[in-house]
Nanobody, 131 residues
Framework: QVQLVESGGGSVQAGGSLTLSCTAS????????SAWYRQGPGKECHLVSS???????DYADSVKGRFTISRDNAENTVYLHMNKMKPEDTGVYYC?????????????????????????WGQGTQVNVST
């Protein structure tokens, strides 16, 4: 079975930084594309960033220049480094694999992340950014 476990969430003031971790069992991130999603107050699930097996990264426009996704294959862990954080970054962050729709990552899911109905998802970690 596949299990994804996120950690590193917490509370931070605007302008601060947090790093999230996602460690997998039952799959290898070296062989599997992965992504971070955020579930905001409206409970919609939005793609934040992704990383492919060849190291290609993508970011939502709202986080470009502030967030960095990375991977440590030896640790089978994907990270999301969040800098210059803003209140709108607040939400539950989920690590995911295989959330593909139409040949690409599903970017805007009109459901809670865990109700997507496909893909592999972690349990989520809460991030709160205060002013």
């Amino acid at each position: 079975q596949v299990q994804l476990v996120e950690s590193g969430g917490g509370s931070v003031q605007a302008g601060g930084s947090l790093t999230l971790s996602c460690t997998a069992s039952g799959l290898s991130f070296a062989d599997t594309d992965s992504a971070w999603y955020r579930q905001g107050p409206g409970k919609e699930c939005h793609l934040v960033s992704s990383i492919s097996t060849d190291g290609t990264t993508d970011y939502a426009d709202s986080v470009k220049g502030r967030f960095t996704i990375s991977r440590d294959n030896a640790e089978n862990t994907v990270y999301l480094h969040m800098n210059k954080m803003k209140p709108e970054d607040t939400g539950v962050y989920y690590c995911a694999t295989d959330v593909f729709y139409g040949g690409r990552w599903a970017a805007d899911i009109s459901r809670r992340c865990l109700y997507t109905g496909f893909g592999n998802w972690g349990q989520g970690t809460q991030v709160n950014v205060s002013t």
